[in-house]
Each structure stands twice: as structure tokens, then as C-alpha cells.
């Protein structure tokens, strides 16, 4: 009997450690994820960092169409400190429109970086990293009853990425959730939020995204994402960026661990390809092409120039003899 309650005991501890410790930094950072988590290790990780110059334009991409958006529902939505992140629950009547299946929200929620720092983005876009991001997640509904569900399946999960850097003005959309973090200051505290537009949390130019196979961006990292990152970069204050960083502790109780830096590093790309909705100016030509572009026009110009200048050498040279023959023939004409 104690054998068995032994026996439980120390199934119970390993499963907690192999399926619930993780973190960011130290012993159980993102550095030694794949050891507990395999697919963290694998070859199709997100975040990545979108090299303008070496994505792919796809004119086939069909426009993203956010549906329910800016009126989820009429209860109040669930948001939670999960020591994690801060996260917001949405209904199954927001949904997108615009891949091969429907998929529809389940919650959306924020990386961000240290106090006073504006680097905590998961994306890059060049090496960019902005202040922060917000993550928006969907799974195909058609395929599977639920999130949980869904998650491990190829394809099974939408996610969309909005860059969020600091701009001059508040964001009143993003106040719908950094107001009500101070009642959620521990792990695992839930309040609840009016529901609000959160189509409004969204960048300006829906049509400008890039699109890649990826993966959940924390433990267990299933590669069953198809991102959509937006090229526009929503905007929120200083203050508001402030709030983010410094409201919510990543502990249940004392000793309180600032919620900061939950962020992954960039992964690396390998095999895959980054699409884009749209031709980015100055991704036409790489910049290797618009030197060998500039030198082109430059070498013309010149030849242009030389050209020029040998006719109109040309043309005095005659006119100056055609002037020689009307001396001669005058002189001529005196001797007569
Ligand atoms: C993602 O992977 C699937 C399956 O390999 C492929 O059909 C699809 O074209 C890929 N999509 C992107 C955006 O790379």
C-alpha cells in the first residue's frame, strides 16, 4: 500500500515537472525546453525573424477576414494571469475567413519584455524586434471540436501576430485589458471583461501580412500553427507599455517574480518559406540588385555623355572647315 502511494507520489512529481515547469530564463528556460518538451527542438519553431528580402510574394493568398470581431458576444470574457502571460478568453463567434477551413478564436494574450525595455516582440521584421506582441488563437473548427484538440494537429491552429510598438497616444482598444491587469497581479487570479471590439486592437492594412508554417511560441511547442504576422505595427503609449511591464508577478504568493520577459528568441528558419500578401517597396530588387541597377544607369549616362560630346566635336569640326572654303573662295574671288 505504501509502495503504491510511493509509487503515485513520485508519477505525480515527474509528471508536474515534465509537464507543467517551465520558464524563460534559468535552469527550465527556453535553452533547455526540448529537453522536457521534444517538439521545442524541432526544425519548424516560431517566432522567427522575416527577412523582407528573402520572403515570397503569393498573389494566390486570399484576403484575411476577421468575422464577430468587433462585437464578441455579450458576456463578460475571461482574463487570467497564468504566470505565463496575461490571456483573454474569446467565443467561437469570432472566426476568420481567408484559409482552406474555418478557424475560430479561442483566446488571445501578450509577450512582452523587461521593465523599461522596447524589445519583448516574438516576431522580427529585419532584426526588429518592437515593444511587444499580441498573439490572436484560432483552431480549425471544422476539423476538431476544441483548442486542446486541435493544437497537436498539423495545421490545426491560426494564429494571428500584431507587432505592437509605442507610438505618442494611448490605444483606448488595448485599455480594454491593461486597465483591469492590476486585479489580476498574481498567477492564476481571474477577473472578468466587458466585451469590446477587438477587431480595434488590430494594425491599419489588414492585406499587408506575411504567412509561414510554425509553431506554438512556449512549451509544448507543437508545430501546428499557420501564422499570419501583419506588416503594420499596432501602437500603444509609453504608459500603457509601462503598465504591461510592471503590473503582474509570475507567483501565486511572495517571494513575487515580476511577469516580465516572456518572450522567445527567434528560431531558425531552415527549409521553410516566408509569404507575403503583398510586394513590399524595396524587396523588388534585393540590395545587391539596385547597386548593379545604379552603377547600370550611371555606366549609360556616361556613355550618353561621351556620345554627346564627340557629335558636337563633329559638327564643329565641319562647320569650322565649311568656314575655312568660304575664306579660300572669297579670296579667290578678290584675285579675279
Ligand atoms: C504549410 O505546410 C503545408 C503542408 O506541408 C503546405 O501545404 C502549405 O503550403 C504550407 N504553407 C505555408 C504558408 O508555407
Not at 515593444?131 to 473548427?141: G, M, P, R
Request: hydrophobic share 35%; charged share 15%.
Amino acid at each position: 500500500m505504501l509502495f503504491f502511494t510511493l509509487l503515485l507520489e513520485v508519477i505525480w512529481i515527474l509528471a508536474a515537472d515534465g509537464g507543467q515547469h517551465w520558464t524563460y530564463e534559468g535552469p527550465h528556460g527556453q535553452d533547455h525546453w526540448p529537453a522536457s518538451y521534444p517538439e521545442c527542438g524541432s526544425n519548424a519553431q516560431s517566432p522567427i525573424n522575416i527577412q523582407t528580402d528573402s520572403v515570397t510574394f503569393d498573389p494566390e493568398l486570399p484576403t484575411l477576414q476577421p468575422h464577430g470581431y468587433d462585437q464578441p458576444g455579450t458576456e463578460p470574457l475571461d482574463l487570467h494571469n497564468n504566470g505565463h502571460t496575461v490571456q483573454l478568453s474569446l467565443p467561437p463567434t469570432m472566426y476568420l475567413e481567408g484559409f482552406p477551413r474555418k478557424y475560430v478564436a479561442a483566446q488571445l494574450h501578450l509577450h512582452w519584455g523587461e521593465t523599461g525595455s522596447l524589445g519583448g516582440s516574438e516576431h522580427q521584421i529585419n532584426s526588429e524586434a518592437t515593444a511587444a506582441e499580441l498573439h490572436i488563437v484560432h483552431y480549425d473548427s471544422d476539423s476538431y471540436g476544441s483548442l486542446s484538440e486541435a493544437a497537436p494537429m498539423p495545421q490545426g491552429l491560426a494564429v494571428l501576430g500584431i507587432l505592437i510598438e509605442v507610438g505618442e497616444t494611448k490605444n483606448p482598444a488595448y485599455e480594454h485589458i491593461l486597465s483591469h491587469l492590476h486585479e489580476i497581479r498574481n498567477k492564476d487570479q481571474k477577473t472578468s471583461v466587458p466585451p469590446f471590439n477587438v477587431g480595434e486592437l488590430l494594425p491599419q492594412r489588414l492585406d499587408q501580412f506575411f504567412r509561414y508554417n510554425g509553431s506554438l511560441t512556449t512549451p509544448p511547442c507543437y508545430q501546428s500553427v499557420l501564422w499570419t504576422v501583419f506588416n503594420r505595427k499596432a501602437q500603444i503609449s509609453m504608459g500603457q507599455l509601462e503598465e504591461l511591464q510592471e503590473t503582474l508577478f509570475s507567483t501565486e504568493e511572495e517571494p513575487s517574480r515580476p511577469l516580465v520577459r516572456n518572450y522567445r528568441a527567434p528560431q531558425p528558419l531552415n527549409q521553410r518559406t516566408v509569404f507575403t500578401s503583398f510586394i513590399q517597396v524595396g524587396s523588388v530588387y534585393t540590395t545587391g540588385e539596385m547597386l548593379s541597377l545604379g552603377v547600370g544607369i550611371l555606366v549609360c549616362c556616361l556613355c550618353l555623355l561621351l556620345a554627346v560630346y564627340f557629335i558636337a566635336r563633329k559638327i564643329r569640326k565641319k562647320r569650322l572647315g565649311n568656314r575655312k572654303s568660304v575664306v579660300f573662295t572669297s579670296a579667290r574671288a578678290t584675285e579675279a
